[in-house]
């Protein structure tokens, strides 16, 4: 079964940059279809990103295009989330998800992914 494991959240003031790590054991992340998440406590989880195992296209969702930005290391066996500019609305916990949708066809609903990491939790806070 696919695990996934999310690092490089933490403490970061209203500004500030952070990258999320998204990995994976015992299989090879440039295979999937990968989706970023993110939830705050007592809401649903938001798609923010996803990147396409097919062709690398990547997808967005408005609140934060233009400051955040997906990509694959696939010699690291990574794919990352690299935030800038972040703001105190950004505070939430961050989820990598596989096995799920295609990018561009309702990637950002959360049901339609199956495997899910921990999470990791970024604070925006001066």
Not at 55 to 65: E, L, N, P, W
Not at 68 to 88: C, E, G, S, W
């Amino acid at each position: 079964q696919v695990q996934l494991v999310e690092s490089g959240g933490g403490l970061v003031q209203p500004g500030g940059s952070l990258r999320l790590s998204c990995t994976a054991s015992a299989f090879t992340l440039d295979y999937y279809t990968i989706g970023w998440f993110r939830q705050i406590p007592g809401e649903g989880r938001e798609g923010i990103s996803c990147i396409s195992a097919s062709d690398g296209s990547t997808y967005y969702a408005d609140s934060v295009k233009g400051r955040f930005t997906i990509y694959r290391d696939n010699a690291k066996n990574m794919v990352y989330l690299q935030m800038i500019n972040l703001k105190p609305e950004d505070t939430a916990v961050y989820y990598c998800a596989a096995e799920g949708t295609q990018c561009g066809t309702a990637w950002s609903l959360a049901p339609l992914w199956n495997t899910w990491g921990q999470g990791t939790l970024v604070t925006v806070s001066s």
